[in-house]
């Protein structure tokens, strides 16, 4: 497309390297060289009369945006066969399915100055998607603006890399009647994290630095290397710190830090407040005694663990800790770092930890809803709790001194901290994930790096503890980024598995779904309000379900649930009555929804995490868990002895304390895992780089369990590298490292296999060939076909049903 209105436009791979970044332009000299020109004066003396037939082509200067390079391609056809084979690259690369693209998409102009253009939009019926639950979606949001259940919202859809669907509605700064938009400055707080672990695995990435997900946070932090444990019911002395904390844990949650108070918790904390631990260190924030990020992570260190680190995952000052360790590895603040790593290559420019006077109009007040005496089909009411331009907390020397990676280390004493951002940036940043590292030609993540932020980490930051949930949701995971939803049977209505994403505290919230190929975000600046990032996601998921199977009658925030609830025919509707008429019954619908949503809906894990009160994360002390044994108990002796004998794998797994959920939470265990429980003699889990844990077997490992082997390579215990085996070949083994994803041919008396699963976790296998790939066994092909007959039966129904002897 190299229309003079288009936003975005392919351009070939070969060519993309040779834009310069950050402006997306190419140099003149540059582009001579890839059309076949030895110099610009014989490119110009060729294409300047045929230019002169465009009524919108420019005249050639020193540097040419995408859309003028393509022009010049497709000028260059006939000319030279450097052009001919560029133009091929753009005019098959959609013939080639499943192969590696030959075109990325890049702005069509060059970017100058100033925010970044808005993501280019298209209409939802060229991407799969029904227009009509869109449009009603819109309706609602314009509606609950009305009503102040927020201030002003700005929310968008992307499917297929296009934004099918934009809406900003209410106001930026409700007192000044200034409108929403997609360039308002939102307050991140806890969306921050996304920003501070993708920068922290950009480091990751550089193998010469020597950085591992499972090193001990003391190796950068010395202060975390004596940590105690809040003592347990009934006892005053603090526990020993059974294991270290690791970056894995900090990413993760899983650390056996806690969190301090939010927004409307009370202060001072009254006796067993869940924060109390961090009222010191609060106070000493706020006076100012601490005001550097190496200062407060330094004091936090002094002050005793919520719980043993990898037993549970709790939402903690984690990523304030990871911040801080960026910036030890790095050698520069917090704020340089993000903007080095992750703002400037992705153009965020009005992502960043302070905002500038010049541009304080555009962050407004940062409000709460509060209804109005109980009446909940009355408009709210806004209180301001952080108010805008200049006086904002966010803008100028009225920022918060200490860097927080995690959002805001100063609630609820001082309403700052964190970063902030706009629609248009943020939107950039979910789009480079959702494209596995890669932004307009810009490779901020290698694509394996992103691969393995995306999965559910809480498993092997737990030493293999599968019923580790967040917020006890069965099946909710976390991932590098934010939640992430596993399938289970008793998963929260509305969740699709696969889904991540997070939200904040001040009311921002993303989701991506790699299934759906969908990306939502969704701002305001109201307060513990994100129901809307809810609404928007459940009409996009509606508006596919539409364009497949059709008009349906089912309620509009039905999602992934059986098609029994989506086989009735929408009924034809009365005759046409008065606009008014109809705008009325609307919304009265919306009305009616909106209060059975707030009856019935269960917060997520986003909503969860910012709001007041107690919190309902807190794990069971002793005596629950006594209690739940004895129900175990009773519950087991009700069995048959069939039953019994078939879930007797359940019970070793489930003794420890630590292993421990109520029955309603327990995740169910499959048969072939029940049947291989971890015995005596079996080796105990661990992270797979610990050096006082990992496993290493010998150098003399059969050929067939090195294979797909992850190991250790080199023989100094420093300089050992982490690799994957690819191929064996005698004496000889071929590896992909992790730190550079090349492969390398070492020695088989130089790898050290390291024992693991998918998440580096030793757990017994059964009924398994001796030549299976410990992690992904469909990408080794089978040698055997008798064995395939043998498995193909033993999966039959007619096999399955029929018990074992």
């Given at each position: 497309?190299?229309?003079?209105?288009?936003?975005?436009?392919?351009?070939?791979?070969?060519?993309?390297?040779?834009?310069v970044q950050p402006q997306v332009h190419i140099t003149m000299g540059n582009a001579a060289k890839l059309l076949g020109f030895s110099n610009i004066e014989e490119m110009k003396k060729f294409v300047t009369p045929l230019l002169k037939q465009f009524d919108?082509?420019?005249?050639?200067?020193?540097?040419?945006?995408?859309?003028?390079?393509?022009?010049?391609?497709?000028?260059?056809?006939?000319?030279?066969?450097?052009?001919?084979?560029?133009?091929?690259?753009?005019?098959?690369?959609?013939?080639?399915?499943?192969?590696?693209?030959?075109?990325?998409?890049l702005p069509a102009q060059p970017v100058t100055a100033g925010p970044v253009p808005a993501w280019p939009s298209c209409p939802p019926e060229s991407v799969g998607m029904e227009r009509e639950p869109?449009?009603?979606?819109?309706?609602?949001?314009?509606?609950?603006?009305?009503?102040?259940?927020?201030?002003?919202?700005?929310?968008?859809?992307?499917?297929?890399?296009?934004?099918?669907?934009?809406?900003?509605?209410?106001?930026?700064?409700?007192e000044r009647k200034i409108k929403m938009s997609n360039d308002t400055i939102i307050r991140l707080f806890s969306m921050t994290k996304c920003l501070v672990a993708a920068a922290f695995m950009t480091y990751l990435e550089e193998g010469h630095r020597n950085i591992d997900l499972d090193d001990p946070v003391s190796k950068y932090i010395p202060a975390f290397a004596s940590m105690t444990v809040l003592p347990k019911r009934g006892q005053k002395e603090n526990q020993p710190c059974e294991k270290v904390i690791t970056l894995r844990q900090l990413l993760t949650h899983t650390s056996g830090l806690g969190y301090g108070a939010t927004l409307d918790d009370p202060w001072p904390p009254v006796k067993g407040s869940y924060y109390k631990v961090y009222e010191e260190l609060s106070e000493a924030t706020k006076s100012g005694s601490i005001s550097t990020l190496e200062e407060w992570c330094n004091a936090l260190a002094k002050l005793p663990l919520k719980g043993q680190p990898g037993r549970y995952w709790d939402?903690?000052?984690?990523?304030?800790?990871?911040?801080?360790?960026?910036?030890?590895?790095?050698?520069?603040?917090?704020?340089?770092?993000?903007?080095?790593?992750?703002?400037?290559?992705?153009?965020?420019?009005?992502?960043?930890?302070?905002?500038?006077?010049?541009?304080?109009?555009?962050?407004?007040?940062?409000?709460?809803?509060?209804?109005?005496?109980?009446?909940?089909?009355?408009?709210?009411?806004?209180?301001?709790?952080?108010?805008?331009?200049?006086?904002?907390?966010?803008?100028?020397?009225?920022?918060?001194?200490?860097?927080?990676?995690?959002?805001?280390?100063?609630?609820?004493?001082?309403?700052?901290?964190?970063?902030?951002?706009?629609?248009?940036?943020?939107?950039?940043?979910?789009?480079?994930?959702?494209?596995?590292?890669?932004?307009?030609g810009v490779r901020v993540l290698q694509k394996e790096t992103v691969q393995n932020m995306i999965c559910n980490h809480i498993p092997v930051a737990c030493y293999g503890k599968r019923t580790a949930y967040v917020f006890d949701k069965p099946g909710l995971g976390y991932n590098c980024l934010g939640q992430i939803q596993g399938q289970h049977t008793k998963m929260d209505r509305g969740g699709y598995s696969g889904e991540y994403g997070w939200g904040g505290l001040a009311g921002p919230a993303w989701t991506i779904d790699p299934r759906s190929d969908l990306i939502i975000l969704s701002m305001t600046q109201t307060a513990f309000v994100l129901d809307h990032e809810e609404y928007v996601r459940y009409a996009a998921r509606r508006a596919i379900h539409q364009h497949i199977f059709g008009s349906v009658a089912a309620p509009s925030k039905a999602t992934s649930y059986a098609p029994e609830i989506f086989d009735i025919v929408q009924p034809k509707s009365a005759p046409a009555k008065q606009a008014a008429d109809e705008?009325?019954?609307?919304?009265?619908?919306?009305?009616?929804?909106?209060?059975?949503?707030?009856?019935?809906?269960?917060?997520?894990?986003?909503?969860?995490?910012?709001?007041?009160?107690?919190?309902?994360?807190?794990?069971?002390?002793?005596?629950e868990v006594r209690e739940y044994q004895r129900r175990a108990s009773s519950s087991r002796s009700n069995m048959s002895a069939e039953e019994e004998k078939e879930n007797a794998g359940n019970t070793a797994a489930s003794k420890g304390i630590d292993e421990m959920q109520p029955p309603s939470k327990r995740q169910k265990k499959g048969a072939k895992e029940a049947a291989s429980p971890k015995g005596k003699d079996q080796k105990e889990a661990s992270t797979p780089t610990s050096t006082s844990k990992t496993v290493l077997s010998s150098p003399g490992s059969e050929k067939q369990e090195l294979l797909f082997s992850r190991v250790a390579v080199g023989s100094d215990q420093d300089e050992r590298k982490k690799a994957r085996v690819?191929?064996?070949?005698?004496?000889?083994?071929?590896?992909?490292?992790?730190?550079?994803?090349?492969?390398?041919?070492?020695?088989?008396?130089?790898?050290?296999?390291?024992?693991?699963?998918?998440?580096?976790?030793?757990?017994?296998?059964?009924?398994?060939?001796?030549?299976?790939?410990?992690?992904?066994?469909?990408?080794?092909?089978?040698?055997?076909?008798?064995?395939?007959e043998k498995r193909t039966a033993a999966s039959s129904p007619k096999a399955a049903s029929s018990p074992k002897k």
């Open positions: 497309d190299t229309s003079a209105g288009s936003s975005r436009v392919e351009v070939p791979v070969s060519a993309v390297q040779h834009f919108d082509a420019e005249p050639l200067g020193a540097v040419v945006g995408a859309q003028a390079f393509n022009r010049l391609v497709c000028l260059c056809v006939g000319k030279t066969a450097a052009a001919r084979r560029l133009f091929e690259e753009l005019s098959t690369s959609w013939k080639s399915p499943g192969k590696e693209p030959k075109t990325k998409q869109l449009e009603r979606v819109r309706q609602y949001i314009q509606w609950r603006t009305r009503m102040k259940h927020f201030a002003g919202i700005a929310c968008g859809i992307v499917r297929n890399g296009s934004l099918v669907y934009y809406q900003d509605a209410g106001f930026q700064d409700a939402y903690s000052y984690s990523l304030d800790v990871l911040g801080r360790v960026l910036e030890v590895i790095s050698g520069k603040t917090l704020d340089v770092v993000v903007e080095e790593r992750i703002c400037g290559p992705l153009k965020m420019r009005d992502t960043k930890f302070k905002v500038s006077k010049e541009d304080a109009h555009r962050i407004g007040p940062w409000y709460k809803s509060v209804e109005i005496e109980g009446k909940a089909r009355e408009a709210h009411r806004l209180e301001i709790v952080d108010p805008g331009g200049e006086q904002s907390g966010w803008v100028g020397d009225n920022s918060s001194p200490i860097l927080s990676g995690g959002g805001t280390v100063e609630v609820p004493l001082a309403m700052k901290g964190g970063m902030v951002s706009t629609f248009n940036d943020y939107l950039r940043f979910l789009m480079m994930i959702k494209n596995f590292g890669e932004l307009d705008q009325v019954q609307l919304e009265q619908e919306f009305v009616q929804e909106f209060l059975v949503h707030k009856q019935n809906r269960v917060r997520g894990a986003k909503e969860r995490a910012i709001c007041p009160g107690p919190r309902l994360d807190r794990h069971p002390d002793e005596e690819t191929a064996v070949n005698g004496t000889s083994i071929e590896v992909i490292t992790e730190d550079t994803f090349r492969p390398l041919n070492v020695a088989v008396t130089d790898v050290f296999v390291i024992e693991e699963t998918q998440f580096g976790i030793p757990v017994p296998r059964s009924n398994s060939r001796s030549d299976d790939p410990k992690d992904f066994g469909h990408l080794l092909a089978s040698k055997d076909s008798a064995t395939d």
